[in-house]
Each structure stands twice: as C-alpha cells, then as structure tokens.
C-alpha cells in the first residue's frame, strides 16, 4: 500500500507542516536525499509537549510524543515532495532526542513511538537506521525532539 493509503488506512491526520521559528530551513534536498530539521513534540492541539521523561513523563507518554514527532516528519517531507509522498523511496535515518532526567534510561523505548510510526506509514521502506539521545534540555521545553533523513526516487 502506498503512505496516503496507510495514513487513510490508520485514520490519521497529519498536522500542518510549521515554517521555522529560527534560522534554518525546514527541510533541505541534496540529490536523492531529503533532509528533515528536528521536529519536536506538538500534540493534536498544538500545544507543546514540555517536560522531562523520567519526572514529568512516563516511557509510554514519551512514545506518544516520539509518534507526534514523527507525524510532523511526515507532514514536512509531503510538503517538501510537492504533496506527493510516492517520491519517497525510504527512510534512511531517525535521530531522536529525549529530555530526561539522568536515571532514565529508556530513551530507545520512547524513540520507538517515531520509527513504529514511520515504519506503518512507509512499510518496508520505513526500516531505518537510528539513534537515541538523551539530553538535559530541549528546545521550547519539549520532551522529544526527532529529526530524519530520506531518500527520494
């Protein structure tokens, strides 16, 4: 099935894809590749998801967040691919921050939320590599922040 077929398919709605509040772009394309700056966590409202996993949130409310991220990945790369997201061949690499307290030591399990999430979406070609990165602070606040890179037909 085709990423618009699965999105129909899981009934979800991606966010609108948000222009940049700093200096950077959104998303940058260099031959094949497409570049997604980090998302952060934003939920259905667009209120900000603030905090720390490990005091302020737990390991499943962190995945919920990595999974907002990922929406908001999704909804830059269709903007970025003209509203066609067949131009994506597939993902290549997440990196996912986590703000989290220094025992907490599940930040794979949280950035679990962003690759499961791509991964429905793209099928097959949503397996990516992946890092996961525990922080002291993010910006805004947030509690997760992922960035992602694809590769383009």
Known sequence: ???????KNLNIKLPKANDPVGSYAATRISGNLLYISGQIS????????????????????????????????????????????????????LTGYVNSTDDFTEQPKVINGASDLIKSIFDEAG??????????????????????IFDLN
């Open 127 to 148: 397996s990516h590599a992946r890092a996961a990165v525990s922080t002291n602070s993010l910006p805004l606040g947030v509690a997760v922040e992922v960035d992602a």
């Open 42 to 93: 934003i939920d259905k409202n667009g209120n900000l998801i603030k905090g720390k996993l490990g005091k302020d949130y737990n390991t499943e409310e962190g995945y919920e967040a990595a999974k907002r991220c990922a929406l908001s990945i999704i909804s830059q790369a269709k903007k970025a691919c003209g509203d066609d997201l067949s131009k994506i061949k597939s993902c290549l690499k």
């Open 1 to 7: 099935m085709s990423a618009d077929e699965n999105l």
